[in-house]
């Protein structure tokens, strides 16, 4: 029973001074919300089975990616340099190094890197098994 006490009371000063340090590490939300960049409603999750995908994409400097849409809800860091994202109805978001976006969900879009430098976006898609997470406009 001694035991007992004595651990209780280890894990309740260790969460004490866990809390109190802020923990080890450091959070910080980059993006939340129930909206994308553009201000529309997220839809709701498609149901199936869930298939989580992250990439990197690289976008180099005068480059623009193809006209494409994402079915699936998505969220990105942008890494390193500077992105335009561009709607097909010319909404209009400029991103730089460290900023998170909750990106449009079935509206054809483009990034362009008008930057001097190499962009990176670290992209996570929340899709499901079998079924795309892009689509490109032909």
């Keep these: 029973m001694k035991k007992y006490l004595i651990a209780i009371s280890i894990l309740f000063l260790s969460n004490i001074l866990w809390s109190q340090n ?24 498609k149901s199936g089975t869930p298939e989580i995908t992250i990439l990197k994409i690289t976008i180099p400097p005068g480059e623009q990616l193809p006209i494409h849409k994402h079915p699936v ?5 942008l ?16 991103l730089k190094a460290g900023v998170g976006l ?3 969900v079935d509206t054809w879009h483009y990034g362009k890197n ?8 670290l ?3 929340a899709g499901i098994q079998g079924e795309p997470i892009t689509i490109k406009k032909e």
């Design 22 to 45: 802020g923990g080890i590490g450091h959070t910080e939300i980059l993006s939340k919300a129930t909206v994308s960049w553009d201000g529309k409603n997220l839809p709701y999750y």
């Design 79 to 94: 890494l390193n340099g500077e992105l335009t994202v561009i709607t097909e109805k010319k909404d209009t978001l400029h």
């Design 114 to 121: 008008e930057g001097n430098t190499t962009a990176e976006i």
């Design 123 to 125: 992209v996570f898609y």
């Design 102 to 104: 909750i990106e449009v």
């Design 73 to 77: 809800i998505n969220a990105g860091v």
